[in-house]
């Protein structure tokens, strides 16, 4: 099954610097990133307010685990938002190539 990864960033030269480690150790076959984003959230009792990035990684879902460790791993934020989301479809081709760079 392929899997997006829904991960916030706290710019977009963070976002890069995850999306070319995720494609470049294999555990995605694509990023993309959506260079800014308003975030509202619940931080240390308070609620805050931020500017963010967002990551989209595209791989399988035998590489969820994977990809979370080396979000984590090279991450800025204590506890960053990792999401695995299901895709119900995929176009055959596009499947093939997830499937074909992904290791």
Not at 36 to 52: A, G, L, R, T, V
Not at 71 to 80: I, L, R
Request: glycine share 0%.
């Amino acid at each position: 099954m392929l899997v997006l990864i829904y991960i916030t960033c706290q710019d977009k030269e963070e976002a890069n610097n995850i999306g070319n480690t995720l494609v470049k150790n294999r555990l995605c076959a694509c990023c993309n990133i959506i260079k800014q984003i308003d975030s509202i959230y619940w931080w240390e009792n308070k609620i805050e307010n931020d500017k963010e990035s967002v990551l989209i990684a595209k791989t399988l879902e035998s590489k969820i685990d994977d990809v979370i460790s080396k979000v984590k791993e090279t991450h800025s934020y204590d506890n960053p938002c990792i999401l695995a989301i299901p895709t119900l479809k995929a176009s055959e081709e596009y499947e093939d190539f997830i499937n074909d760079e992904v290791d």
